[in-house]
Nanobody, 121 residues
Framework: QVQLVESGGGLVQPGGSLKLSCAAS????????WGWYRQAPGRQRELVAH???????TYSGSVKGRFTISKDNAKNTVFLQMNSLKPEDTAVYYC???????????????WGQGTQVTVAS
């Protein structure tokens, strides 16, 4: 079992910055990859950024160059640094941890509770 707690959301003006955090507890050694997703009202949940155990990062085209995903392994925490924020970035942001246990083989995704990010003048 993995538990994720997100923080850092809030209200920010267009062009501003915000940093989200997601702290994991429980069987943290099973985590091999992390992701940030977001869901805006009336829209599907979408992938924002992803980082695997080899520290390979992936970003959606709409945030590439503005957002950065990183992690602190010692603190079992993943971050999403968001710069040059736009109103279209307004959404609930969810942290995701991908877990794999090899014996017995079990795969599972764990999700944070979500944190609201609002970008408005």
């Amino acid at each position: 079992q993995v538990q994720l707690v997100e923080s850092g959301g809030g209200l920010v003006q267009p062009g501003g910055s915000l940093k989200l955090s997601c702290a994991a507890s429980g069987n943290i050694y099973s985590i091999w990859a992390w992701g940030w997703y977001r869901q805006a009202p009336g829209r599907q949940r979408e992938l924002v950024a992803h980082i695997d155990n080899g520290e390979l990062t992936t970003y959606s085209g709409s945030v590439k160059g503005r957002f950065t995903i990183s992690k602190d392994n010692a603190k079992n925490t993943v971050f999403l640094q968001m710069n040059s924020l736009k109103p279209e970035d307004t959404a609930v942001y969810y942290c995701n941890a991908e877990s794999v246990v090899t014996e017995p083989h079990v795969e599972a995704d764990y999700w944070g509770q979500g944190t609201q990010v609002t970008v408005a003048s």
